[in-house]
């Protein structure tokens, strides 16, 4: 089975960085498109990054910037590199990857369906 676990997320003040990780397993994910989502108070999930096959990216305009997306296909890892963190990017981050068949969310020209638990990042003022 696809398995996607998450880590890295904690607190910090802002202007703080910090450093996102998503083991893949069950799923060749370099030839998939792979991503991170957010679900911050108040507010529906979004999609803040992705990354697909060839290694092209894309970020949400409110991270573009500060957040950087990549892969470490020897270690079947994805991360997400937050610098600058703002107190409005508190919120549960998602490793996702796409799912063609069944996937039900569209962003970045991928259909998401795998999903991980989520990790907490919170930033204070």
């Known amino acids: 089975q696809v398995q996607l676990v998450e880590s890295g997320g904690g607190s910090v003040q802002a202007g703080g960085s910090l450093r996102l990780s998503c083991a893949v397993s069950g799923f060749t994910y370099s030839r998939y498109c792979m991503g991170w989502f957010r679900r911050t108070p108040g507010k529906e999930r979004e999609g803040v990054a992705t990354?697909?096959?060839?290694?092209?990216?894309s970020y949400a305009d409110s991270v573009k910037g500060r957040f950087t997306i990549s892969q470490d296909n020897a270690k079947s890892t994805l991360y997400l590199q937050m610098n600058n963190l703002k107190p409005e990017d508190t919120g549960m981050y998602y490793c996702?990857?796409?799912?063609?068949?069944?996937?039900?969310?569209?962003?970045?020209?991928?259909?998401?369906?795998?999903w991980g638990q989520g990790t907490q990042v919170t930033v204070s003022s």
């Open positions: 990354i697909d096959s060839d290694g092209s990216t």
């Open positions: 996702a990857a796409e799912d063609s068949v069944y996937g039900r969310t569209w962003y970045g020209g991928c259909r998401f369906g795998f």
